[in-house]
Structures are given as structure tokens and as C-alpha cells.
T-cell receptor
Framework: SQTIHQWPATLVQPVGSPLSLECTVE??????LYWYRQAAGRGLQLLFY??????ISSEVPQNLSASRPQDRQFILSSKKLLLSDSGFYLC???????????FGPGTRLTVL | GENVEQHPSTLSVQEGDSAVIKCTYS??????FPWYKQELGKGPQLIID?????GEKKDQRIAVTLNKTAKHFSLHITETQPEDSAVYFC???????????FGAGTILRVKS
């Protein structure tokens, strides 16, 4: 069966520090991968999605970036965090031909 | 692009009563409509979905209806239980399903 992992689960970082969040999917190959951000009490905002290793689309201009170093690994990064980057970051995957998206457990990021 | 509106933002029901959450979408090309349940501090879990070629789908106490003409779809939960308390999100996606657009969410509280 397929599983999705995210780490770390929680993170507290100072303003201006770098960021690296990791997402890994097991049990499938060539998945579509997604990064979402959820502000407190709000809906899900799509940040990036990838349909292949060299294919990453950005949905919202910001100081975040995404990379996909391996087929089932998706990284969310920032060189300098802002206070507004605080939130709950969710990774999701789906099969390339399927419709259902499955979410990971999330990373709670607090920028102080 | 697609826009999904969700109502109500909060809903309180007595245990055993029914709960209904409604969503409208703007893009007539959208053809896939999932519903997610998110418990506190966790990632959203897919609970039911419907495609545009059907008008209704049921899974035990949960049902979803779709009105393509009016561009709205609804989640119905019957015989609510305290464990149904959570945030519920609707979403919509188009032909290739690469991107989901989410509603803002509904906080459901089931009072025992």
C-alpha cells in the first residue's frame, strides 16, 4: 500500500533563516506531487505541483521554491523565511492517471 | 480560473441529526468533486468524491449530490456522531485533475 511521509512534524525558525521541508511517497512510482499551505483557520492554498522530476509548476509567487530530486521525493525550500511563511504545510500525491489526492500528516511551521 | 465557495463556515448539530454542507464552483469544465475531512493537527482525509457523470453517490452515512446545471454540490451526513466533528473541505478539478481548488472549509461540531 502507498504511504506518504513528511518531516519534520513541527518546526520553529527565526525570521531570515533557511527552510527545508521533505516529503516522500512509498509504494507507487511516478506520482504527481503537491505542496499546499494552510494558514490558521483557513483553506488550502496550492503552492507547487509536479507531474515529473523535471516538471514543477509554481502557483503563487513567493519566496518559496520546490525541488524533486527523486521520483518520490518533494522538497519545499526557502532561503530566508518571513513571518508570513508560518502555517501548516501539507504534501499530497496522486497517481498520474488518477483523480484522488492523498495528503501527508503535515508540518507545522512557526516563524518567529 | 476555478473558484469554489463553501457554506456554512461553521455548523453545529445535535448528535443524531443530519448535517449538510454546500459548495458552488465557477468553471463548467470541472468534472471531479472530492470531499475531505480534517481533524485537528492532521492532514485532510478523502471521505467521498463524485464525478460529473453521476448525480449522487452514497457511502454509509455519507452522501454527495451534484447539480451540474447549477454548478453546486453538497455533502450530506446522516445520524451524526461526535467523531464526525472536524473541518470539512470541498474541492473541484478539471479534465486532467492535476490541480484541486478547495473551498474555505466548514467546521462541523456535533454536540452530544
Amino acid at each position: 500500500s502507498q504511504t506518504i511521509h513528511q518531516w519534520p512534524a513541527t518546526l520553529v525558525q527565526p525570521v531570515g533563516s533557511p527552510l527545508s521541508l521533505e516529503c516522500t511517497v512509498e509504494g507507487t512510482s511516478n506520482p504527481n506531487l503537491y505542496w499546499y499551505r494552510q494558514a490558521a483557520g483557513r483553506g488550502l492554498q496550492l503552492l507547487f505541483y509536479s507531474i515529473g522530476i523535471d516538471q514543477i509548476s509554481s502557483e503563487v509567487p513567493q519566496n518559496l521554491s520546490a525541488s524533486r530530486p527523486q521520483d518520490r521525493q518533494f522538497i519545499l525550500s526557502s532561503k530566508k523565511l518571513l513571518l508570513s511563511d508560518s502555517g501548516f504545510y501539507l504534501c499530497a500525491w496522486k497517481t498520474s492517471g488518477g483523480r484522488e489526492q492523498f495528503f501527508g500528516p503535515g508540518t507545522r511551521l512557526t516563524v518567529l | 480560473g476555478e473558484n469554489v465557495e463553501q457554506h456554512p463556515s461553521t455548523l453545529s448539530v445535535q448528535e443524531g441529526d443530519s448535517a449538510v454542507i454546500k459548495c458552488t464552483y465557477s468553471d463548467s469544465a470541472s468534472n471531479y468533486f472530492p470531499w475531505y475531512k480534517q481533524e485537528l493537527g492532521k492532514g485532510p482525509q478523502l471521505i467521498i468524491d463524485i464525478r460529473s457523470n453521476v448525480g449522487e453517490k452514497k457511502d454509509q452515512r455519507i452522501a454527495v449530490t451534484l447539480n451540474k446545471t447549477a454548478k453546486h454540490f453538497s455533502l450530506h451526513i446522516t445520524e451524526t456522531q461526535p467523531e464526525d466533528s472536524a473541518v470539512y473541505f470541498c474541492a473541484a478539478s478539471g479534465e486532467y485533475g492535476n490541480k484541486l481548488v478547495f473551498g474555505a472549509g466548514t467546521i462541523l461540531r456535533v454536540k452530544s
